[in-house]
Nanobody, 114 residues
Framework: VQLVESGGGLVQPGGSLRLSCAAS????????MSWYRQAPGKEREWVAN????????NYADSVKGRFTISRDNAKNTVYLQMNTLKPEDTAVYYC????????WGQGTQVTVSS
């Protein structure tokens, strides 16, 4: 199992970013995919997940209405569209899949600052 995140960067408050996570090594379309984040000095926290089939989605209260998780099973990729970003969204964002064991990507840094 391999998960590779991309799309992080520096953005001003109120801006947007789209994160991607390319997955390989397992039957992607059969598994729930999740995004987590870890801010400096804080524990890693769950952000959102997306199921399959039906593609039901769930969000942490802190991002509900601002972030959207989606997936493209043809590309084995899960996305996190982040809008109206706030400084408190600054963190390393990780893609996650539970395929027997829990797997993580290497993370992508998101910094929201003026």
């Amino acid at each position: 199992v391999q998960l590779v995140e991309s799309g992080g960067g520096l953005v001003q408050p109120g801006g947007s970013l789209r994160l991607s996570c390319a997955a390989s090594g397992f039957a992607f379309s059969r598994y729930v995919m999740s995004w987590y984040r870890q801010a400096p000095g804080k524990e890693r926290e769950w952000v959102a997940n997306i199921g399959n089939p039906g593609r039901s989605t769930n969000y942490a209260d802190s991002v509900k209405g601002r972030f959207t998780i989606s997936r493209d099973n043809a590309k084995n990729t899960v996305y996190l569209q982040m809008n109206t970003l706030k400084p408190e969204d600054t963190a390393v964002y990780y893609c996650n899949a539970v395929v027997g064991l829990m797997y993580w990507g290497q993370g992508t840094q998101v910094t929201v600052s003026s």
